[in-house]
T-cell receptor
Framework: KAGVTQTPRYLIKTRGQQVTLSCSPISGHRSVSWYQQTPGQGLQFLFE???????NKGNFPGRFSGRQFSNSRSEMNVSTLELGDSALYLC??????????????FGEGSRLTVL | QKEVEQDPGPLSVPEGAIVSLNCTYSNSAFQYFMWYRQYSRKGPELLMY????GNKEDGRFTAQVDKSSKYISLFIRDSQPSDSATYLCAMSGTGGFKTIFGAGTRLFVKA
């Protein structure tokens, strides 16, 4: 069974640009969560999607957005990049049916560097 | 104040030592408590999953939850160099649909 796939793995952007990251969840998983990981702040919750609907959102500015497609694949977008957006962006999938998301299965992340 | 507090370390111990990792939290709605392990350049993977209070043991690993104190722990017995990784506590509530993580504790086990 294939794991969670994130693309691209590494990318470098400059301030003011925008970026789109992609996540393909494990087959059969309908919930996709996104996290930002930095050395100082650890893993911070961005948002969670289930069946194309955003069910929960973290405390990030509106520059961070996401969506989920009918095949459960998800994308997140960051517009007007700032230096502080440099981080590892992790996607996690889970069955997510009803109650708590349960076990999260993570991809290896997309490492974004903003110059 | 963060919802989940975890000392980032690093924590360095000799091989064979007992390791104690801890987190505190403020949201009494949390019901599910987890520990994830993250190796360098990899995504986190689930190590232990506990519902409500109590202990859970799995091989060399024991997870403890004390909801009255809002305190959770992970103990690693007979630690091995292969246990060197970042350990993240995580928790979620019923119907919350989001899992909140601690900052992670970096552990080094020296051979």
């Amino acid at each position: 069974k294939a794991g969670v796939t994130q693309t691209p793995r590494y990318l470098i952007k400059t301030r003011g640009q925008q970026v789109t990251l992609s996540c393909s969840p494990i087959s059969g998983h309908r919930s996709v969560s996104w996290y930002q990981q930095t050395p100082g702040q650890g893993l911070q919750f961005l948002f969670e999607y289930f069946s194309e609907t955003q069910r929960n959102k973290g405390n990030f500015p509106g520059r961070f957005s996401g969506r989920q497609f009918s095949n459960s694949r998800s994308e997140m977008n960051v517009s007007t990049l700032e230096l502080g957006d440099s981080a590892l962006y992790l996607c996690a999938s889970s069955l997510g049916s009803g109650g708590p998301t349960g076990e999260l299965f993570f991809g290896e992340g997309s490492r974004l560097t903003v110059l | 104040q963060k919802e989940v507090e975890q000392d980032p370390g690093p924590l360095s111990v000799p091989e064979g030592a007992i390791v104690s990792l801890n987190c505190t939290y403020s949201n009494s709605a949390f019901q599910y408590f987890m520990w994830y392990r993250q190796y360098s350049r990899k995504g986190p993977e689930l190590l232990m999953y506990t519902y409500s209070s109590g202990n859970k043991e799995d091989g060399r690993f024991t997870a403890q939850v004390d909801k009255s104190s809002k305190y959770i722990s992970l103990f690693i017995r007979d630690s091995q160099p292969s246990d060197s990784a970042t350990y993240l506590c995580a928790m979620s509530g019923t119907g919350g649909f989001k899992t909140i993580f601690g900052a992670g504790t970096r552990l080094f086990v020296k051979a």
